[in-house]
C-alpha cells in the first residue's frame, strides 16, 4: 500500500477541485491510501477580498514572512507518505501566505524530507519566479521534488486582470456581464487536470520518479509564456523595493502603512495598464534575437531542477 498525501490551502475551492482531479485514480486505485491535509491560519485571510485587505496582504506576502498555522499537530502530519503533492497559490508573485507558512513549518521540514514531491499550481498566469522561491525551499527542506503541474488562466494578460479583481472581490466565479470570459483556470482544464492522474499513479506504484516530468509534460502540465516571464522578473525586482520600503518606512503605523498601499495599489494599476504594453513592444522588437534563450527558459522552467 503507498501512502500519498496532498496539502492544499484554497480561498475559492478551485485548487481542491484541481487537487481531487489530478489525484482521482489514486482515489479510486486499492493500492494507494489518499489523504488530503488543508493548510490552516489561527487568522485567516478575508474571501471575498476587499481593496484594503487585498493590498494589505502585499508586503508580507512579496516578503515572505509566515503568518501563525493552526493544526499543525495533525497525525496526517507525523507520518512517512510515497508521494506528497503540494498545491498552492501564488499571491504578488510570491507563493501565498498560507502556503509559505506552511512550507517553512518544522512539521513541513519533517515531513518533506527525503519524500517525493509533486507541486501543483493553480494561479491567474504569472507563477514562474514564485516557484523558483518555492523550489530554493523545497531544496532546503530536503525535499525530493519530481513534478510540476500548473493551470492558470489562459485568457490574455489583462482580461484575466479584470476578471480575476472581479472575483476575488465578489467570491463569485462568473462571466462579467456575459461578455467578459470566466476568471481563472477553465472548467474545462480543470476537468482535464484528471489526465494527470495516470502518471502520477503509475509513478508512485513502481515508486520510479525520474521521468514523470516529461510525462505531465506530454500531458500539457505546463504552458509557459516567455513574455510573461519577462514582465515577472522585471516586477520582482519592483515589488521588492515596495515591499521593503512599505515595511520599513511604515512598521508600526497603520495610517501611513494605509497610504502608502494606496500608492502601491496606483502604481500596480499604472504598471499593468501603461508600463507593460511597453515592455511587450519591446520585446517583439527583440523577438528574434531571444530565441536561444527562451527555448532554454522554457526547459528550465518546465522541469523541477533548480540551478
Ligand atoms: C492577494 C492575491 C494576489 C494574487 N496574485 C497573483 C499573482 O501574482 N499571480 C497569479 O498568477 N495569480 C495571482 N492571484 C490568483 C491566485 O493565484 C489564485 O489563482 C486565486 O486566488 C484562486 O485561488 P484559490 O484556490 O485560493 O481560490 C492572486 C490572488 C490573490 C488573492
Do not use: C
Request: zero cysteines.
Amino acid at each position: 500500500m503507498k501512502n500519498v498525501l496532498v496539502v492544499y490551502y484554497t480561498q475559492s475551492g478551485q485548487l481542491l477541485d484541481i487537487a481531487k482531479n489530478v489525484t482521482n485514480t489514486l482515489e479510486t486505485s486499492e493500492d494507494v491510501n489518499l489523504s488530503f491535509y488543508e493548510i490552516k491560519l489561527k487568522e485567516d485571510f478575508p474571501f471575498p477580498w476587499n481593496n484594503v485587505d487585498f493590498y494589505d496582504a502585499f508586503p508580507e506576502t512579496f516578503l515572505q514572512v509566515p503568518r501563525e498555522l493552526t493544526d499543525l499537530d495533525n497525525p496526517l502530519l507525523k507520518q512517512k507518505y510515497d508521494l506528497i503533492i503540494l498545491s498552492y497559490q501564488i499571491w504578488f508573485l510570491t507563493p501565498s501566505i498560507p502556503f509559505n507558512s506552511f512550507l517553512n513549518s518544522d512539521a513541513a521540514k519533517l515531513l518533506l524530507k527525503n519524500t517525493p514531491v509533486i507541486t501543483l499550481i493553480g494561479s491567474r498566469n504569472m507563477w514562474v519566479m514564485a516557484h523558483e522561491k518555492v523550489k530554493k525551499i523545497l531544496k532546503v527542506n530536503k525535499a525530493d521534488h519530481v513534478g510540476n503541474i500548473v493551470l492558470a488562466d489562459r485568457h490574455p494578460n489583462h482580461i484575466s486582470v479584470i476578471t480575476i479583481y472581479v472575483w476575488m472581490y465578489s467570491g463569485i466565479k462568473k462571466r462579467l456581464w456575459g461578455i467578459f470570459p470566466k476568471p481563472g483556470v477553465s472548467d474545462k482544464d480543470i476537468e482535464d487536470s484528471k489526465n494527470f492522474s495516470m502518471p502520477i499513479l503509475e509513478a508512485v506504484k513502481k515508486n520510479k520518479f525520474e521521468d514523470l516530468q516529461d510525462k505531465l509534460l506530454s500531458k500539457g502540465a505546463i504552458n509557459i509564456k516567455p513574455f510573461l516571464i519577462v514582465t515577472d522578473k522585471r516586477a520582482q525586482i519592483l515589488f521588492g523595493k515596495w515591499a521593503n520600503f512599505i515595511d520599513k518606512k511604515a512598521k508600526n503605523n497603520p495610517d501611513k502603512r494605509k497610504r502608502l498601499l494606496n500608492y502601491f495599489s496606483f502604481y500596480l494599476t499604472f504598471a499593468i495598464w501603461a508600463i507593460a504594453p511597453i515592455v511587450f513592444i519591446v520585446y517583439l522588437l527583440t523577438y528574434p534575437f531571444t530565441m536561444k534563450k527562451r527555448k532554454e527558459e522554457n526547459y528550465y522552467y518546465s522541469h523541477t531542477k533548480l540551478k
